[in-house]
């Protein structure tokens, strides 16, 4: 049985790092499809009360909207458009009141975003998981071996590509909200790896004699039920979220779910098997516990 | 004896402990309350002047249904408050009424807590809403310091000429002036002159630095602003923006808005339940100044006039500081004007001034920032009127010949809300509908009503008996949240912030359920129900600070980043982990001894009897 884990682990971890891998080509070679917050644009959300297609809908506005856009569908007669940012629109949202009137177009939220502040938030929100990701690596080497705290950093890592990845791969859109998603994941996940950090070095402790293989075993095995109850908990108020929360939160609930499914199986298959591999043993642990016990065996 | 006085004080301090905790609990529940009464939005229309008599309610009632506005109360006092059956339109309806009355009442969109007397007394009042569950326009503006930098070169410039031309300081010399610095030379002979020039200087200017070199027989002198003088100029200009635009605002009638800093450069403005961002863009953006200037036969700066162009003496006699309350009017022949009113220093000046120049002209110089085709910002300036001083004028008097009654009212509120040195680029403008905030706000509440029942659902169904601890908890913890939420001033609710509360309680549970498996396997190891629970508990805590600290460092992150929506969403998660920590842990212990306590006491005495 014990083979078994080991076994699956093991080629879970390597699962993980082709993923990776293939996530790095796939980002660098199809790019993320950035969303209006990061390129700038107009982007118009409206209601009509006619239900027409995507093409009929189009043909209505191409003689009506200036420049090039695109159209996209939210939901039951709710529409959104988006213009890129483009040179010499004089009047890039004159549209909204030159349609005609049997269309009862209804404007429920118009967006306008310059170009430059677009830049500037893919940089500071850049520079925001970079921190968040260096604050956390941080906190773990602190709190914990460094085999521990480099996996769980490495872990951590590997979530946040691998939902970048996915977004890339559906085509979805990447706005701020996904972004924030993005941060959340970073605290999330690691909690996974933190509880079993602590069982980990729990039992490593308290069984010297075991292979450290064994005990990484037990520490999954008796935290898994926590695992998988938190995890499904959690996954289900975000998919009520994806359900119910309306569209403008589809691309926030969506990271937040494929980010948790992938934290769930990285701090088991990478932050748990890695230190393994980088040579997690019982003497890592033992100087700590020595130190303790000649306070202990110091104090009258 | 000895053995006993330990025993007692900890019960002391369990019972002390318990009474904090519900305490704390029935506190912040307290907080939550105003939340079921929200707050009604108004419309209030009070007359401008004491004699004024207000427009009747019946006719306000007519002009509001003439435009599909229904009004479901209106009530006659002082003031007349309207209160409309769609509050989300009131904002429209307060342009349509302003437009209509405006030149006898004064609009004003107000909020109105609903709340009982006795809730509204402890300063307690509901959690803000954000604009997309409110409906309003957004608008982030750049504020071009750098810009404002050069004009303020410009302006010392101009300054030192003065200065010269006044003192005869013969032997200096202003060259090359640019946003680096303002060059002053001078001959072996103009030295002390330079040295006058500079002291005049940098005692009106606190924040510039000299720098003195020695060319051959030629000094020359460099003034600039130092990194730190010019990040104190940068503080200024945000400042004077932040307050000017806040006063526009105010003039414009919009009491809940929200206007602060964003980042380094930025202004964000947001406006709750106003529908048509055009009348705000054009107050918001303009940058216009007003200048007051004597004419030169020849020099000085050409510009361009109603007829042809004419030559200003480019330092002005005093600008828009000075100025204390502007109001539009007519003159006789029913051309708009707009009456101004000096501060005592602006006064003096004028007084100086014309006494001087009676007889002669003077032009009244419009500036304002447009960006031209290139997206470059660049000054343009209009001599608005040229007039001969027919007496001494003193701190009142009025600009003539003004285009519109529009142009005359905007200019009057912009001079009286102050004027701005940095010219402002709108860079994000959003318009959210009312109808779209309602749907927000419905599906956020379902999402959070699913989230929640599923999620208790389930604690029941799988831990029985500790479930219901977990589900009072929870209950606790959502109390404790949405109290806290309305308790700390600036927190403000977005549906990204709801989308946080929602995954808050989703995470919440992760707390109990790391406990309760700890209970599990200590059972399983042959401890005593009582045991096990102490032991769970404690042994689960430390898992639990290091799995929650690491949340809230990211949350925190997001935090100083995020703007807006994200900073909704950033502050209820922070605040989730605190009240999570404190429901997860402190009350489920409190609740699972009590709970087993009692259990524990009924099943001795039935195995006793």
């Given at each position: ?137 941080l906190y773990l080497i602190v709190r914990f071996e460094?085999?521990l705290a480099?996996?769980a ?41 933190i509880?079993?950090g602590d ?102 | ?541 430390s898992?639990?600070?290091d799995?929650?600290l690491t ?59």
């Amino acid at each position: 049985m014990a083979n078994f884990w080991q076994k699956a682990r093991t080629s879970g971890l390597i699962l993980s790092i082709v993923a990776v891998l293939f996530s790095c080509v796939l980002i660098a070679q199809q790019g993320l499809q950035l969303g209006q917050d990061f390129t700038g644009g107009y982007v118009t959300e409206f209601q009509i009360v006619q239900d027409l297609t995507t093409q009929a809908l189009e043909q209505h506005l191409t003689p009506y909207v200036e420049g090039e856009f695109k159209l996209a569908n939210l939901g039951t007669l709710q529409w959104q458009l988006f213009q890129p940012p483009q040179d010499n629109l004089s009047q890039p949202l004159a549209w909204q009141t030159e349609l005609p009137a049997d269309l009862g177009l209804q404007i429920l939220d118009s967006r306008y975003v310059g170009a430059q502040i677009g830049a500037e938030l893919i940089e500071q929100g850049g520079l925001a998981l970079f921190v968040s990701l260096l604050a956390v690596a941080l906190y773990l080497i602190v709190r914990f071996e460094w085999r521990l705290a480099l996996s769980a950093s490495l872990a951590l890592l590997h979530d946040v590509l691998l939902t970048v990845a996915f977004f890339v791969l559906i085509g979805m859109e990447f706005d701020l909200t996904v972004l924030a998603a993005l941060l959340a994941i970073i605290g999330y996940s690691l909690n996974d790896s933190i509880i079993i950090g602590d069982k980990v070095r729990e039992l490593v402790r308290a069984h010297p004699d075991n292979p450290v293989a064994n005990t990484i075993n037990q520490a999954l095995a008796s935290t898994l039920g926590r695992t998988i109850i938190t995890s499904s908990t959690t996954l289900t108020t975000i998919a009520a979220i994806w359900w119910l929360g309306g569209a403008s939160l589809h691309g926030f609930a969506s990271a937040l779910f494929v980010g948790i499914v992938l934290g769930t199986w990285s701090s088991i298959f990478v932050s748990a098997t890695l230190p393994q591999w980088l040579g997690l043993s019982y003497d890592n642990y033992q100087q700590k516990l020595t130190d303790k016990e000649l306070q202990q065996l110091a104090e009258p | 004896m000895f053995a006993k006085t330990p025993s007692t004080r900890s019960f002391w301090q369990v019972r002390l402990k318990r009474i904090c905790v519900a305490a704390i609990i029935l506190v912040l529940a307290l907080c939550a309350m105003p939340n079921f009464y929200q707050n009604k939005t108004l419309l209030s229309i009070s007359p401008v002047t004491n004699e004024q008599a207000l427009p009747s309610n019946d006719l306000v009632k007519q002009v509001l249904e003439q435009h599909q506005f229904t009004v479901a109360q209106i009530n006659s006092n002082d003031t007349t408050l309207v209160e409309l059956s769609r509050q989300n339109y009131s904002a429209s309806a307060q342009q349509l009424l302003a437009q209509t009355f405006g030149e006898r009442a004064s609009v004003k969109v107000i909020e109105q807590a609903t709340a009982p007397f006795w809730l509204q007394k402890l300063g307690l009042s509901p959690i803000k809403l954000g604009l997309d569950l409110n409906g309003g326009v957004l608008f982030v503006l750049k504020v071009d310091t750098n810009k404002a930098l050069e004009k303020r070169m410009e302006n010392i410039a101009l300054e030192a000429q003065a200065i010269r031309v006044k003192e005869q300081l013969h032997g200096v010399r202003i060259e090359q002036n640019t946003i680096q610095g303002l060059q002053l030379v001078a001959t072996p002979q103009g030295k002390a002159g330079l040295e006058q020039l500079q002291n005049k200087l940098l005692k009106q200017y606190p924040h510039l630095d000299v720098q003195t070199q020695q060319q051959g027989n030629l000094t020359r002198a460099t003034l600039s602003y130092t990194e730190a003088g010019q990040a104190e100029f940068d503080k200024q200009t945000m400042l004077q923006a932040l307050t000017t635009l806040r006063s526009r605002i105010e003039e414009l009638g919009i009491t809940e808005a929200v206007t602060q800093r964003q980042g380094a450069n930025y202004i964000r403005i947001e406006l709750p339940g106003v529908q048509d961002p055009t009348a705000a863009k054009r107050i918001i953006g303009a940058t216009a100044q007003l200048s007051f200037h004597a004419l030169q036969d020849q020099g000085g700066k050409q510009v361009k006039a109603e007829y042809g162009t004419v030559n200003l003496n480019p330092l002005a006699i005093f600008s828009g500081a000075d100025i204390d309350s502007a109001q539009a009017g007519r003159d006789e022949y029913g051309k708009p004007l707009v009456q101004l009113s000096l501060s005592p220093q602006g006064g003096n000046k004028m007084l100086h001034f014309s006494r001087d120049n009676v007889g002669k002209p003077m032009a009244t110089l419009y500036s304002e920032y447009i960006a031209d085709s290139n997206d470059e910002i660049q000054q343009s300036s209009k001599v608005i009127s040229v007039a001969t001083i027919q007496q001494v004028l003193g701190q009142k008097f009025s600009i003539t010949n003004l285009d519109s009654w529009q142009k005359a009212q905007d200019l009057a509120l912009l001079l009286r809300a102050g004027s701005l040195d940095a010219p402002l680029t709108i860079v994000t403008e959003r318009t959210i509908g009312p109808s779209l905030g309602e749907q927000n706000i419905s599906s956020g509440f379902q999402a959070l009503a699913l989230g929640l029942s599923l999620t208790l659902a389930f604690m029941l169904f799988w831990y029985r008996k500790l479930g219901f601890i977990a589900c009072i908890a929870l209950f606790a913890n959502l109390i404790c949240l949405i109290g806290l939420m309305s308790l700390l001033p600036g927190v403000v609710l977005t549906l990204p912030g709801i989308a946080g509360l929602v995954l808050t309680i989703g995470m919440a549970v992760d707390t109990n359920v790391i406990i309760f498996e700890r209970i599990k396997e200590e059972r399983k190891q042959g401890s005593s129900m009582t045991c096990a629970l102490v032991r769970g508990y404690r042994q689960a805590q430390s898992s639990i600070v290091d799995a929650n600290l690491t949340t809230m460092i990211t949350a925190v992150v997001l935090m100083s980043i995020g703007y807006g929506p994200i900073k909704g969403f950033a502050i209820t998660l922070a605040l989730g982990i605190i009240t999570s920590m404190f429901c997860g842990v402190v009350v489920s212990a409190q609740l699972s001894q009590w709970f087993y306590r009692l259990n524990s006491m009924t099943t001795k005495g039935v195995q006793h009897g």
